[in-house]
């Protein structure tokens, strides 16, 4: 083992005898240059992605329409009722309707149904939580 440690020590001695005589004086102006050139393409890059974002959230807060008795009910008083993404707003769920239905809701209430510990054959589990939109 102490034959390669004296190796590894010439070797390194040599290494840094030759880095600071070739790259001190460039280093800094190239650091200079790419803080320069970072900070104008980070200020692009914030505005292209803040569009993209917004086109792909209204095509996932409308989960699926939500079909039980009680939504039937209230589809004879013109109140749709629909499985939601957990994170949307009222304002997100009433463009979405408005973009994929073409229909501008009146009012849009939201309900959140909590996850529940479920038994099933002896094993246990969790049935998920849920956001529905009517």
Same mark, same amino acid.
Request: net charge positive; no cysteine; aromatic share 4%.
């Given at each position: 083992?102490?034959?390669? !440690? ?5 070797i390194?001695?040599? !290494? ?8 001190? *004086? ?17 200020? !692009? ?13 209204l %095509? ?11 939504? *039937? ?20 769920? *009433? %463009? ?36 529905? *939109?009517?």
């Open positions: 083992m102490t034959i390669l !440690d004296i190796l590894k020590k010439k390194l001695s040599y !290494d840094t005898e030759t880095e600071k005589t070739v790259t001190v *004086a460039p280093a800094q102006k190239k650091s200079a240059q790419k803080i320069e050139s970072k900070h104008i393409e980070k200020v !692009d890059t914030k505005k292209t992605k803040t569009v993209q974002q917004k086109t792909t959230t %095509r996932n807060i409308l989960q699926n329409p939500r079909v039980t008795e009680k939504a *039937a009910i209230l589809a004879e008083k013109n109140a749709y009722t629909f499985e939601v993404d957990p994170r949307s707003t009222k304002l997100e769920i *009433a %463009r979405a309707v408005k973009l994929f239905y073409k229909v501008e809701p009146v009012r849009v209430n939201i309900i959140k149904q909590q996850a529940k510990k479920v038994v099933f054959r002896g094993k246990r589990g969790t049935r998920k939580a849920v956001k529905k *939109a009517i």
